[in-house]
């Protein structure tokens, strides 16, 4: 079993759509959470950091559940922007390790 | 203010050939990590400089890879020989320093082919 693992996708949705990913992970060591975007042949780039007590940002909202050990991403009103590959991200002590999910790919239609 | 760059974007090698990839951070980042990421994966760590110093590199295959980051700023990340399974996106990222809450940035990666 992997450290991180994510919804596996690909999700198929309309625009003006709400989207919802999963991540969970295993070690309960972790200690920071987040979620990075990626564009296809492109680079992964911060796209929220994951607080405790949940965070939003415009149409994005994360929740961290610790313990579950679980970390969510909802998107609404989705756009065709909003169309890439979203990546969990785990931060853990003892050696500060940071762990990416395998990513779960978004395709948002008109 | 510029990025991580890295270079070659792409490159082509018969295996068993060599390979050499460079990066350089931004400016006044401490912290540099190389990273490989498979078709269809999430990045997986290959090495973590903090400075000059390699301080996690537990997941570099020692066989063939190998790095180095001389005074602390630019880094190379060298494999020889290649072999097939090489094929993948390598990239580098850095951060302002080590904490668990701080950002990573990433360069636009080197695409390698292994033929």
């Known amino acids: 079993r992997k450290e991180v693992e994510q919804d596996p996708g690909p999700f198929n949705v309309p625009e003006g759509a709400t989207v919802a990913f999963n991540c969970t992970y295993s070690n309960s060591a972790s200690q920071s959470f987040f979620w990075y975007r990626q564009d296809c042949r492109k680079e992964p780039k911060l796209l929220m950091s994951?607080?405790?007590s949940g965070n939003e940002d415009g149409r994005f909202t994360a929740q961290l559940n610790r313990a579950s050990q679980y970390i969510s991403l909802l998107i609404r009103d989705s756009k065709l922007s909003d169309s890439a590959t979203y990546l969990c991200?785990?931060?853990?002590?003892?050696?500060?390790?940071?762990?990416f999910g395998a990513g779960t790919r978004l395709f948002v239609k008109a | 203010e510029a990025g991580v760059v890295q270079s070659p974007r792409y490159k082509i090698i018969e295996k068993k050939q060599p390979v050499a990839f460079w990066c350089n951070p931004i400016s006044g980042h401490n912290t540099l990590y190389w990273y490989r990421q498979n078709l269809g994966q999430g990045p997986e760590l290959l090495i973590r400089?903090?400075?000059?110093?390699?301080?996690?590199d537990s997941q570099l295959p020692k066989d063939r890879f190998s790095a180095e980051r001389l005074k602390g700023v630019d880094s190379t990340l060298k494999i020889q020989p290649a072999e097939l399974g090489d094929s993948a996106v390598y990239l580098c990222?850095?951060?302002?320093?080590?904490?668990?809450?701080?950002?990573?940035?990433f360069g636009q990666g080197t695409r390698l082919t292994v033929v």
């Open positions: 991200v785990v931060n853990r002590g003892g050696g500060f390790k940071t762990i």
């Open positions: 400089y903090e400075n000059e110093e390699a301080v996690d």
């Open positions: 990222a850095s951060s302002l320093d080590r904490g668990l809450s701080t950002e990573a940035f």
């Open positions: 994951v607080y405790s």
